[in-house]
């Protein structure tokens, strides 16, 4: 799959965490651009800097959360394309972050299926 | 988890040597058939449902054969056929350990005997679906630590058990527990639980340590301390404490939060109250898992 010209922000502050949503991507589809975000003010600022197509974001992070950033990039832009990849996966956290706009949410650790259903529904048709 | 508990047992009592238990323990992982796998060649389940059941397995605390009959993919009567099918993998381990000539299989016998006893696992039946046994094993755990036993402290426990075993291997040992009012940091990553239970939870041990431990997380070869050999000690902390505040939350509805890991390279670890040390010894080193209340 080629989705060459897409921009996928991956935000979460564990280096290791990005690399294997990466590696992940990769894995199905060729040509995208990543920018890395290690915080939820990165995530913001970078969302209005590049206007990715699609956000994987996780909840867990120093300075801002991944529940305000999302309101935060939502409120700048109600399109944008965010999915929660997170380990605190309770029916109380999900609600919220569909309730704030999150167009899916994946409970870590994933599995490379789950991003490629994301990728190829989200990325395929464009 | 039986396997560990006995491996804890046979270190306590002087039955065995570390090195004789590491190298019995590499040598379960090749030897141990699980239920999945007799079910498959049974033909009650397919593999893609069998893959359903251990992908739901790392993320909710539950037995594969509880999430197969929840699913409808078995009932609770073939769930007690299969297991009967399958060597308890505690026996798998006593077995090797006869076969490397450790002991013989009279001898085999009586330990488990006493395991049992010293177990108070009278009645009960070591079947890895067995969760009263595994419950009152656990129990033990912070009764030798003289903590109090309840039911989420229980639960912290088997969670972290099954996600070492689940996320790092099963090839490990836990010591005996400690508690302390403070515990020298050698290198690690804490995290706290925010909520109505508030704690710090803590992963410590050496460099070497680190890295072969964050190489089993993460599937990679890592082979010298970076960030992401720290970044894979971070990540396995939180999935495991992600892992307790969904089962808290599902269980209680109550309000439980994480705060983001963060590194602590010296200094000393210390609770309001104390800390309650449960070191777990891997072939590649001693991992030491704390929490402080």
Known sequence: MD????????CDDSILARKQLMDAVNEIATGATFIEGKNGAEAVEFYKNENPDIVFMDIVMPEKDGTEALAEIREYDNEATIIIVSSVGTQEQLKKAIKLGAKDFIQKPFEKNQIKEIIES???GQ | MFTQFLGNYLLRKGIVNQDQLFTAMSKLSQSHIKLGTIAISEGLMTANEVDECLYVQTRENKRFGEIAVERGYLTDDQVSVLLSHQTPDYMLLGQILVDDGIFSYEELERIIFDYKNDSELYDLSLDIENQDAVQTILSKFFLIAEMQVTEHNIMYLELMFNSLIRFIGEDFTPLSPMVVDEFPITFGVSQAILGDREFISHIDCDRETAIAFASRYAKEDFTEF?????????DFLNLHNGLYIVNVSNDTSKDIALEPPV?????VLCGAEKCIVFPVAYPFGTVHLITCF
Do not use: F, P, Q
């Open chain 1, 3 to 10: 989705i060459t010209n897409k921009k996928i922000l991956v």
């Open chain 1, 122 to 124: 989200r990325l395929g």
């Open chain 2, 226 to 234: 970076n960030e992401y050999t720290v970044a894979a000690l971070e």
């Open chain 2, 263 to 267: 590194v602590t390279e010296d200094g």
